[in-house]
């Protein structure tokens, strides 16, 4: 009996392996099942590969966008964007999520300056800045060169641009790197409950003191347990069960 229920066991494992699939296979199976309309089954299929790509994470942000989770699809999205900062579909799919979410966030509107950040990054992708910053780089190094080789004032101009070329190197290449280090994403999170109740202490027994809701983007700023503190782009504080908010 023993020997029967090994060489069971062998066959059922020999016969699982030959029928498993391989991530590309499980992907596009997932794809399939997304066309047909199944996007539960496809999000089942799309959660279960554990490898970064873009297109895996913008395609569980739109599964999660056709089953009404506003929250998760902007996480995802958000994610894709990490993995391919000039993936238009996927800016395009968060400005739609941030029209139809309930909240409007109204009263968190950004500063000129923080507004022009982010029409420029929206507008340069990370390898068109990368060229940007090489181009200020040498164009200093240039005119410092030529500078040099210059005499009166033609040399005191070489060098003037030059330092303003250097300064805005430095500044472009600061920039580049804040957005290759994700520093502009740390921290950054989007709630994925449908309603999701903050409170003083992290503690439920505290008092409520807002809610927000499904979609709404927040900045955890430390954890303690099961509670997460997170601010609002408005400004609100509070306490909120970790599992209602999700990183990007």
């Known amino acids: 009996m023993r020997i029967l229920a090994f060489a069971a066991a062998i066959f059922a494992l020999t016969t699982l392996r030959a029928y498993s699939m391989t991530d590309a296979e499980i992907y596009n199976t997932a794809n399939r099942l997304?066309?047909?309309?199944?996007?539960?089954?496809?999000?089942g299929l799309y959660n279960s590969l554990n490898i970064a790509n873009a297109y895996l994470e913008y395609n569980k942000g739109a599964a999660y966008l056709k089953t009404g989770k506003l929250g998760r699809a902007a996480v995802r999205f958000h994610r894709a964007l990490r993995l391919d900062p000039d993936d238009e579909d996927a800016i395009a799919n968060l400005e739609y999520i941030n029209t139809i979410k309930p909240d409007s966030e109204k009263g968190a509107r950004p500063g000129t300056l923080a507004r022009a950040l982010n029409a420029l990054k929206g507008a340069v992708g990370v390898n068109t800045s990368v060229w940007v910053f090489t181009a200020l780089y040498y164009a200093a190094a240039g005119l410092a060169g030529l500078g040099a080789?210059?005499?009166?004032?033609?040399?005191?101009?070489?060098?003037?641009?030059?330092?303003?070329?250097?300064?805005?190197?430095?500044?472009?290449?600061?920039?580049?790197?804040?957005?290759?280090?994700?520093?502009?994403?740390?921290?950054?999170?989007?709630?994925?409950?449908?309603?999701?109740?903050?409170?003083?202490?992290?503690?439920?027994?505290?008092?409520?003191?807002?809610?927000?809701?499904?979609?709404?983007?927040?900045?955890?700023?430390?954890?303690?347990?099961?509670?997460?503190?997170?601010?609002?782009?408005?400004?609100?504080?509070?306490?909120?069960?970790?599992?209602?908010?999700?990183?990007?």
């Open 34 to 43: 997304y066309l047909a309309g199944d996007y539960e089954g496809a999000l």
């Open 149 to 248: 080789l210059c005499s009166g004032r033609l040399k005191k101009r070489a060098y003037l641009i030059a330092a303003v070329a250097g300064l805005a190197a430095m500044a472009w290449g600061g920039w580049t790197f804040w957005r290759i280090a994700g520093v502009d994403q740390a921290g950054a999170a989007v709630a994925v409950e449908a309603s999701v109740d903050a409170f003083a202490e992290p503690s439920e027994k505290s008092g409520r003191l807002f809610t927000f809701h499904d979609g709404a983007a927040c900045r955890i700023s430390r954890i303690e347990g099961d509670f997460a503190q997170v601010t609002l782009a408005s400004g609100l504080t509070g306490w909120v069960q970790r599992g209602s908010v999700e990183e990007i």
